[in-house]
T-cell receptor, first 113, second 112 residues
Framework: DTGVSQDPRHKITKRGQNVTFRCDPI?????LYWYRQTLGQGPEFLTY????????KSRLLSDRFSAERPKGSFSTLEIQRTEQGDSAMYLC???????????FGPGTRLTVT | GEDVEQSLFLSVREGDSSVINCTYT??????LYWYKQEPGAGLQLLTY?????DMKQDQRLTVLLNKKDKHLSLRIADTQTGDSAIYFC????????????FGGGTRVLVKP
């Protein structure tokens, strides 16, 4: 399978804990995006990388959120001191050509109790 | 700023055509997309259209773009029960940042 993969698929955590999600994009896609989707809404942009450089961050991305793509391949999204409002589906997408087709992974569903 | 609007719900009988509508506000949008999302899953890219095109057809899917009215539609011919899902339109605008801006989604229910 050469699609976008995300790990874990589901995460349940207690308020105040830190969580980290991983995204593996389609091989050789140099653009990688993170989106957040809450119930009944469309995905909202969080941040994107061009290779290893993080080029844009949404104001939705508070100081508790950090994303990395150290070698320009996989990416991680960390949320520190989770809050109940962080409960959502976190989606990763990758893209080879800009503009062009953007392919999404299956998402990581986070539940903060 | 950019804004993308969709109707919330569409019910259609199996075998009929479905038409899902979308409006957007950013006149500098270069590409417009349709994605499908099934319960608990990620988004599946269905098709996309470049802003200098009026229409694009791909098997059962037809996309119509009215750039003057900033209106996009997706027609699904011979709708099947497997087409039941949430459909999102999205716009790409380099001017508004290099990202997709999504509508809220249209839930399509196909009745046998």
């Amino acid at each position: 399978d050469t699609g976008v993969s995300q790990d874990p698929r589901h995460k349940i955590t207690k308020r105040g804990q830190n969580v980290t999600f991983r995204c593996d994009p389609i091989s050789e896609h140099n653009r990688l995006y993170w989106y957040r989707q809450t119930l009944g809404q469309g995905p909202e942009f969080l941040t994107y990388f061009q290779n290893e450089a993080q080029l844009e961050k949404s104001r939705l991305l508070s100081d508790r959120f950090s994303a990395e793509r150290p070698k320009g391949s996989f990416s991680t999204l960390e949320i520190q001191r989770t809050e109940q409002g962080d409960s959502a589906m976190y989606l990763c997408a990758s893209q080879a050509v800009v503009p062009g087709e953007q392919y999404f992974g299956p998402g990581t569903r986070l539940t903060v109790t | 700023g950019e804004d993308v609007e969709q109707s919330l719900f569409l019910s259609v009988r199996e075998g009929d055509s479905s038409v899902i509508n979308c409006t957007y506000t950013d006149s500098s949008s270069t590409y417009l997309y349709w994605y499908k999302q099934e319960p608990g899953a990620g988004l599946q890219l269905l098709t996309y259209i470049f802003s200098n095109m009026d229409m694009k057809q791909d098997q059962r899917l037809t996309v119509l773009l009215n750039k003057k009215d900033k209106h996009l539609s997706l027609r699904i011919a011979d709708t099947q029960t497997g087409d039941s899902a949430i459909y999102f339109c999205a716009e790409w605008s380099g001017a508004a940042g290099n990202k997709l801006t999504f509508g809220g989604g249209t839930r399509v229910l196909v009745k046998p």
